[in-house]
């Protein structure tokens, strides 16, 4: 049997349902909960395959009634994938041939990796549709098909939302994250082809990571969140990871020739993960409370070791490592056994507390109290990246993503408000490479505030995002760790206030 990517306990293929009408009116009642308004048109976003299986047949209905501009489908109930994030359902339009649209009354295309599906409407009259004289087209070829009635496309979509397409993914293929995939492309600066290809990477480093849709060839299949891949480069050596998020660090138990590892920008915590890596001469650890350190003691190698933002504690640890030069450690406050720092050469780094400054309350306090909605957030509108959340749609659950795919950089705009209008009060943020553009503005009370970022406060360098796209912000007027920026959100989301965490000045 081939991999699928249907879900075994929802028998249907799609997770996500995207589509986008220009009449309000034509919105059943049971998707008004889902829809935003979109400049001209309304855009209904569905995420749970439960809601898709039930309304398979209202979408079917709105098809051959021609009220659906464009539908996006997939498997991924996350972003979409195999699409730009710009311009996602503009790149997949692309995709098209030109004069696709001739004779048609709409096309479906695939996206790079056939997984994601893409339905435009050409909106013509059915006196235009015609059945005659048509070029064959087979979507399993050619990646797109024409659709000469309505019918005929409703019985195609509805057969895809079911199943996705038949020939998706070959019996061998490996799953693997489209971000880690582009990684490895990026690396040895070419496509990669053949598996043969893994084995020419050596190292891997964060400057190198970006996020993009290359080509999978067909031994190769996406599924955002699977880094199991990086388990089979049989060279590699250096890994230096970027600011990412992942669930299960097991491959790491396959990486066994790894000499340098830093996951500084990382979530993990799991440090009996490590306990099979014995080649490991440099090894930085993030901010975590790690299960247990007893896999130091198979590090015979390890020269230098970074635990300062850790939990760690027993220094007597420290004695299995034979080849260690310099170690950073937490507060000695936290340490026990510190007597056998005595009998170490390592350069010894302890990293001690500044004195506790009790934070200033945070300085915007609104002169318009607003209260928390029925969603018991002070949010009820979120747009990130272009997908919009309202009211009942701002869960725990979508809070906890969204935070989750800011700390690995995989979200660029955000704007949060009580006001649905966003006419009064708007919380945004502009991220890219790390840094955060992060302002409030209040236009009842004509009231405008940045974070300040004394690290910069001498310099005039300019930070990589742009205040909505297009305005410059200075380094001192940014923040450049994911973790606090993703803190800053949730906070205003929850709550409505800036996080007293971060100093904030007001600005002309």
């Known amino acids: 049997m081939p991999n699928t990517l249907t879900s075994p306990e929802i028998n249907i293929y799609a997770k996500l349902l995207i589509f986008y009408v220009r009449d309000y009116d034509a919105i059943p009642k049971s998707f008004q909960k889902y829809t935003a308004q979109t400049g001209y048109s309304y855009c209904v976003q569905l995420r749970d395959a439960k809601v898709i299986m039930a309304e398979e047949g209202t979408i079917s209905h709105l098809i051959k009634q021609n009220k659906i501009q464009t539908l996006y489908i997939s498997p991924f109930k996350s972003d979409p994938i195999g699409t730009e994030q710009i311009r996602p359902f503009r790149s997949l339009y692309e995709r098209l041939p030109a004069g696709w649209d001739a004779d048609c009354c709409g096309a479906a295309v695939l996206d790079a990796y056939h997984n994601a599906l893409l339905y435009h409407s050409n909106r013509l009259g059915k006196e235009n549709q015609v059945a005659h004289n048509r070029d064959i087209v087979s979507i399993s070829k050619d990646g797109w098909c024409p659709f000469y009635t309505y019918e005929e496309a409703s019985q195609f979509i509805v057969e895809f939302i079911k199943n996705g397409f038949q020939a998706t993914v070959s019996t061998d293929a490996y799953p693997v994250d489209p971000n880690l995939f582009q990684w490895l492309c990026n690396t040895i600066q070419r496509d990669i082809r053949v598996p043969t290809d893994l ?28 880094w199991r891949l990086l388990g089979n480069l049989p ?35 799991e440090g009996p993960y490590l306990e099979l890596i014995e080649s490991l001469e440099t090894l930085i650890l993030p901010q975590a409370e790690i299960t247990d350190f007893l896999f130091l003691k198979k590090c015979k190698h390890l020269s230098i070791l970074d635990l300062s933002k850790t939990n760690f504690t027993d220094c007597s640890l420290l004695l299995s490592l034979p080849a260690l030069k310099v170690v950073m450690l937490p507060s000695r406050n936290n340490l026990s056994h510190c007597e056998v720092m005595e009998l170490l050469t390592a350069d010894i780094k302890i990293s001690e507390p500044e004195a506790e400054i009790t934070p200033p309350p945070a300085p915007y306090l609104s002169k318009k109290k607003l209260p928390l909605g029925e969603n018991g957030f002070y949010a009820q509108i979120i ?115 800036l996080s007293s965490l971060v100093k904030w000045v007001q600005s002309d």
Not at 200 to 221: H, R, V, Y
Not at 419 to 439: Q, R
């Open 235 to 269: 060279h590699l050596e250096k890994l230096e990871f970027p600011h990412v998020c992942i669930d299960n660090f097991s491959f790491l138990l396959k990486c066994k020739h790894l000499k340098y590892l830093d996951m500084s920008a990382t979530n993990f915590f």
């Open 383 to 497: 747009v990130a990246d272009g997908h919009i959340y309202q009211g009942k749609m701002i869960t725990k659950e979508i809070i906890q993503s969204l935070v989750k795919n800011i700390k690995a950089n995989k979200v660029s705009t955000i704007t949060i408000s009580a006001d649905v209008d966003m006419e009064s009060i708007i919380f945004t943020a502009d991220i890219k490479d790390g840094w955060a553009a992060l302002a409030l503005q209040d236009f009842e009370y004509d009231v405008y505030y940045l974070p300040c970022n004394e690290k910069y406060s001498h310099t005039t360098e300019v930070a990589p995002p742009r205040i909505g796209g297009q305005s410059p912000v200075l380094k001192s007027e940014a923040l450049e760790d994911l973790t606090q920026i993703a803190g800053c959100v949730r906070h205003y989301i929850k709550s409505g206030k």
């Open 199 to 226: 084995e020419q990477i050596t190292e891997l480093q964060a400057k190198d990571f970006s996020q993009g849709t290359p080509q999978f060839p067909d031994w190769l299949f996406p599924v955002p969140g699977e």
